[in-house]
């Protein structure tokens, strides 16, 4: 299910990324989402949203990076 705002993204996201690092999971999740929507994958919604949620903290890790203060940092 793809996000229309970064509003509902889930709590665990929301609670620990900034605005902009927010955007780039939303952004990231919604193309995966996207990308990975191949009628013929038998796995289902379950294993592509799973997939979809790596790609986007992958995005977010490229510019982002968890300090010491468990807080997520612009590189």
């Known amino acids: 299910m793809p996000y229309n705002s970064t509003n509902a993204l ?3 996201v929301k609670h620990v990324l900034p605005a ?3 955007e780039i999971y939303k952004e990231a999740f ?3 989402w996207d990308q990975y929507s191949d009628p ?8 592509r949203e799973e997939t979809a949620h790596k790609v ?3 995005a977010v890790k ?3 990076r ?10």
């Open 40 to 47: 013929d994958d038998r796995r289902g919604d379950d294993s």
């Open 10 to 12: 889930p709590d665990n």
């Open 62 to 64: 490229q510019s982002y």
């Open 20 to 22: 902009h690092a927010q």
């Open 66 to 75: 968890k300090g010491d203060d468990d807080r997520w940092h612009k590189k």
């Open 56 to 58: 986007a903290w992958a």
């Open 30 to 32: 919604n193309s995966a």
